[in-house]
Structures are given as structure tokens and as C-alpha cells.
């Protein structure tokens, strides 16, 4: 009666994992709006003139982007409109590509040159900045504030010389206001991503002026990769102390008190989980900044600098930088050295940091010697077990001296059964006399736990992973095992609901990880109550299930660490026979125990 009891706890708990990751499956794989037809040109005209409506929330995915059919060909046909203007001027740095707009003085158009859309390596480059007003506007301004001074807005055609933007060929812009004032924008770029703005104003009225320099950055959430628990999309920046990973889109859009800023900004923008966009203070500088919502999934992160007094005859100037690109993190702590506040941190790597960030200078170093970042992640496995290998043998030795004791500890739990604080007190003085550690079986397995978030964090944050094959069908080791029954299906026309994903989107990794992991818990030879054993007879097929969605890196390491651990057991059996037949003797009883019950 016990047993059956037990058995559909355990059938409950496995049930409870299974469908607990439905959220993630529809997480990792989400399903793109589908529209039953794209609007005429004479049906889009008649819709634009309608009353606007509040915009429904565009479905994010993990990389972010466009997802509606619709909005992807209305962005392609306004960029091929946008762009074509001849007064543009061209960026053409050796990381950074697109143009900026003399009208109102925007960087509105950046792709990212080393960075492609997709595993197909001639899929383009990543966009980051598109023009305003379009489907995927996100664009960054500087310009100026003040009171009775006619200063330049988001309608003033500037005049442009040089070009096009690259280290070592600057950009000036240049704007005068007919009362004496001359407004300019210096614009240099570096070999990465970041371009830096000197904003003068030069004055050559009769009198003084004042003015606030400012800068900002507008993006649409609609291109938002999506925010989860544990990686933010959203707002952040640094302010006092610390690195804020939030207010999030939503948020902002709720209250619009979520975008004030506490403390002293250094630098501020948005992120999704690759990119970033941000702008920085000139540094020392006392800026007034914060994040709004314009509303229709429009969004702002503006910072204005304190009034300064331009006297008559004299010019003032403050540098601004815009980052607009990956997040690299060799490049984020190239910027942070620079003199760039916390700028490092700008990649969420949360608690396991101090782990996760050695991980992955590991794994990128070890990438470098062989080429190959599933390579690299089965070695860096070894080198961890061969780190780990004394920690286990001592293990072992524990488990072998515990199973010595057996004999004694038995004896003293009928001695005691009525004391329990007294048999508990004697198990104590006997582990000592005998110089046994009762945890020490437990050490191995405290140890991985972190290692293994922290590289789930490498796999889902680190950039360097995003569209590293390994071999045969693995393209991505940043994304799910592709081969499973729903991609299958897909190439004769069947979708897959997202609901039904966490049965059909098992890979080959996952079948892989569910075996492995049987195998493992069937060598190990420690004693399990029947609780124990229909739970770690359940488990490995539940957690296959479970783990399906997440990187095919990720289950990469968790099956050579698997096979790992069994050749590991194996050897060390060897070492102590007593514990191989004890587990011998142990499958057997159990056996024998389960025919009785069976027999009943």
C-alpha cells in the first residue's frame, strides 16, 4: 500500500515537471502571428486614416525582431523608401554600417557587419537602428533645451561635411539659428560600436544664452527580444552603485513613475538579450535622466545635462557617446577600462557571475585553440571532471567506509529506537571514531550546481555562443536541438501547437540526456528507500522532457558529463569492489522485495 502510495507521488511530481514547462516550451518556441492576407496598399491607406487604436503587444522571441508577416514586409518596403534619400550620410566603420539623417540630426539606421539574422550566414546583417515612423523605428537624437532660444528640433535640416563616418573620418553637422547662435554636432566612430557626439554651441550674439545639452534614444518594443525571469529586455543602465535591469516595457507602459531614476546615471538605454543601445555622459557630468513611455510601444531613454551659461563670444561643449551594437563582453570591459562606469555589466550574468563570467572566458579560449564551441564545451566537461576526479575518489572512499559501518549502525538504531536523541548522538561519535563523512557524497553534486547555471547563463547570454554549430544538424548550439518529431512534421506542412511542443519537440540531445542520466542512477550504489528508487526510476524521462527547450549546448554538457560520470563510476568500482556488489546485493533484494509485493 506504501509502495502504490509513493509511486503516484512520484507520478504527480514528474507530472508537475512536465507540465510545468509548458511556459518554457512556448518560451523557446514561439509561434508567429499568422495573418490570413497582407493588406492592400488602398486597405492600409484606409486603415492609417481610422481613429488609432491601443496596438496589441507584439509576440517577442528569444533573439527579438519583427514577427508579424505583415509588419516584416511594411519595414522592408519603408527602409527601401527611407534609406535611398541623398543627403544621408554613410557610416562605414569596421564593425558598424547604415547612415545618418540630417533631418533632425539621428543615427537612424546601424547594422551590425559582423553579425548576421540567421545561422545562414548570407541571411544580412543585423539591424539595430531603423529610421522613425517606421515598423522597427529605434533611433538615438542629440539636440539641446532652453527658454527663449530658437534651438534645433526634429524638423531642422542640418548641414553635413565629411562622411562617410569611419575611425579616423569624422562627421560635423552643423546648424545656425539666424540670431547669432551656431549649434554643432561633432560625430567620430571607433573600430567597434561606439560613436561619440561633441555638441557645441557657439555664441555670437550680444549677450548670453542658456541652454541644456540633451541625448536620447527611441525604440519600439515590437522588436523586443522577450524578458523572462532570469534575462531582462527592457530598460537598464547604470545609476549609483550598481547596474538596473529594469523597468521593463510593460512597466513603463503601467507607470510612469517605473522610469525615474534614483542616483547618478552613467550611462542609460535599453537592451535585449544580444543588443545594446545606450547613451553615455560626458563623464563627471551631472545629468537629469529617465526612461517614458510615448505610447503605441513607443519608448524613450532621454538624459539632459545641467543649464550651462554661453557667454557672449564664447562656445560650450559637452561629449556624449552612443553605443549601438553587440554585447560583446571583451568589448563591454574594453569600454568599462576606458573609464565607462560598470559598463561590463551591462550582460545580466545574476548570482552565478562570479562563476559564470571564468566559464566563460573557458570556453572562449578553448574555442579559440580548436575551432569549435561544441568541441569546446566536451572539453571544458573533461576539464572539469578531471578538476572534480579527487573529490569524487574521496567520495567514494566515504560511500565505501558508510557501507562498512552498515553492520554497526543497524545495532545502534534497534539499541536506541526509543531515544532517538540518543541514537542520533551515537551515530554522531561512531562517524567520528571511525573518521566517516556522511556529507561528503554530497559535495560532488553541490558543486555542479552552480557550474550548471552559470553555464546556462554563458549559453543563453554570451553572444560569442549565438549561432555556433557543433556538427550534423546541431547549427546553434544557442538554441534547441532541432531535431525532433515537430521539426519533422513541419517539412510536410504540419504545425505543431506550442502547447503540444513539450511532447513533440524532444531532440535527439534530450533522448540522449534521459538515457545517459538512467544509466548513471541504475550504477549508483547508494541505498534508496522504494520512495527513492520510483522517483530516480521516473526522473531521467521527466527531466528529458523538461530540458527539451533549452540550448542544445546546454544538454550537450549535461550528456558528456553523464557519460563522464559513468566511466568515472566504472573506474572507480574498480577501486572498491565492496561497493559494487554491495549495489550487486542491493538490485537484488529489491528485486526480490518487488516480486513479493507483486506476489501480494
Not at 22 to 40: D, I, N, R
Not at 146 to 173: K, M, N, Y
Not at 367 to 387: K, W
Not at 410 to 416: D, G, I, N, P, S
Request: hydrophobic residues 45%; charged residues 20%; glycine residues 8%.
Amino acid at each position: 500500500m506504501d509502495n502504490q502510495r509513493n509511486l503516484l507521488l512520484a507520478v504527480v511530481l514528474c507530472g508537475l515537471l512536465l507540465f510545468g514547462s509548458q511556459a518554457l516550451t512556448q518560451y523557446f518556441y514561439p509561434q508567429p502571428v499568422v495573418t490570413s492576407e497582407v493588406a492592400s496598399p488602398a486597405a492600409s491607406k484606409a486603415a492609417s486614416e481610422e481613429v488609432p487604436t491601443a496596438s496589441t503587444p507584439a509576440k517577442r522571441t528569444r533573439e527579438g525582431g519583427l514577427q508579424d508577416p505583415a509588419d516584416i514586409a511594411k519595414e522592408e518596403a519603408e527602409l527601401a523608401t527611407e534609406l535611398v534619400a541623398a543627403d544621408r550620410i554613410k557610416i562605414d566603420a569596421p564593425e558598424l554600417a547604415g547612415s545618418i539623417n540630417p533631418l533632425g540630426a539621428r543615427i537612424d539606421d546601424i547594422v551590425l557587419k559582423t553579425h548576421s539574422q540567421t545561422v545562414e550566414r548570407d541571411s544580412g546583417p543585423v539591424r539595430i537602428f531603423s529610421p522613425a515612423d517606421t515598423e522597427a523605428q529605434h533611433y538615438a537624437q542629440f539636440g539641446w533645451s532652453g527658454d527663449g532660444v530658437r534651438l534645433p528640433g526634429i524638423d531642422t535640416v542640418w548641414q553635413a561635411e565629411g562622411g562617410p563616418l569611419a575611425p579616423g573620418q569624422p562627421v560635423t553637422l552643423t546648424w545656425n539659428n539666424g540670431e547669432g547662435l551656431l549649434f554643432t554636432i561633432k560625430l567620430t566612430v571607433d573600430d567597434h560600436y561606439m560613436i561619440t557626439a561633441e555638441q557645441t554651441v557657439a555664441n555670437t550674439s550680444g549677450g548670453p544664452v542658456v541652454v541644456r545639452p540633451r541625448a536620447g534614444i527611441v525604440r519600439t518594443s515590437k522588436t523586443a527580444s522577450a524578458s523572462t525571469f532570469n534575462v531582462h529586455s527592457g530598460a537598464i543602465g547604470a545609476f549609483g552603485d550598481g547596474v538596473n535591469f529594469g523597468p521593463d516595457y510593460d512597466d513603463l507602459a503601467e507607470d510612469a513613475a517605473e522610469g525615474r531614476i534614483e542616483g547618478t546615471p552613467h550611462w542609460l538605454g535599453f537592451t535585449d538579450i544580444y543588443w545594446l543601445s545606450a547613451v553615455i555622459p560626458q563623464d563627471g557630468s551631472n545629468v537629469d535622466a529617465d526612461f517614458q513611455s510615448l505610447g503605441d510601444q513607443l519608448y524613450v531613454a532621454r538624459m539632459e545635462y545641467q543649464p550651462v551659461t554661453v557667454a557672449a563670444g564664447q562656445q560650450v561643449t559637452k561629449t556624449t557617446q552612443l553605443f549601438a551594437g553587440a554585447k560583446e563582453s571583451a568589448i563591454l570591459d574594453q569600454y568599462e577600462t576606458a573609464g565607462i562606469e560598470k559598463f561590463g555589466n551591462a550582460i545580466d550574468w545574476g548570482w552565478f557571475g562570479w562563476i559564470a563570467r571564468p566559464i566563460w572566458w573557458l570556453l572562449t579560449h578553448l574555442f579559440a585553440l580548436v575551432g569549435n564551441f561544441g568541441l569546446a564545451i566536451i572539453l571544458m566537461t573533461v576539464l572539469i571532471r578531471l578538476v572534480l576526479f579527487p573529490i569524487a575518489q574521496k567520495q567514494f572512499a566515504s560511500m565505501a567506509q558508510m557501507k562498512a559501518i552498515q553492520p554497526k549502525m543497524k545495532a545502534l538504531q534497534e539499541r536506541y529506537k526509543d531515544d532517538k536523541q540518543k541514537q542520533q548522538q551515537e551515530i554522531m561519535a561512531l562517524y567520528k571514531k571511525e573518521k566517516v563523512n556522511p556529507l561528503a557524497g554530497c559535495l560532488p553534486i553541490l558543486i555542479q550546481i552552480p557550474i550548471f547555471f552559470a553555464l546556462y547563463k554563458t549559453l543563453i547570454l554570451a553572444i560569442e555562443m549565438r549561432h555556433q554549430p557543433f556538427m550534423l544538424w546541431i547549427e546553434d548550439l544557442s538554441a534547441p536541438d532541432p531535431a525532433n518529431l515537430a521539426y519533422l512534421l513541419s517539412l510536410i506542412g504540419i504545425n505543431v501547437p506550442s502547447w503540444l511542443m513539450f511532447i513533440f519537440g524532444v531532440g535527439i540531445l534530450a533522448v540522449l540526456l534521459g538515457v545517459t542520466m538512467w544509466a548513471t542512477f541504475r550504477l549508483n550504489p547508494t541505498a534508496m528507500d522504494p520512495m527513492q528508487q520510483q522517483i530516480f526510476s521516473i526522473m531521467p524521462w521527466a527531466l528529458m522532457f523538461v530540458m527539451a527547450p533549452f540550448a542544445a549546448g546546454l544538454l550537450l554538457y549535461w550528456v558528456t558529463n553523464n557519460i563522464l560520470t559513468l566511466a568515472q563510476q566504472s573506474y572507480l568500482y574498480s577501486k572498491h569492489p565492496q561497493l559494487k556488489a554491495a549495489a550487486v546485493k542491493q538490485k537484488a533484494d529489491q528485486e526480490k522485495v518487488a516480486e513479493r509485493d507483486a506476489g501480494t
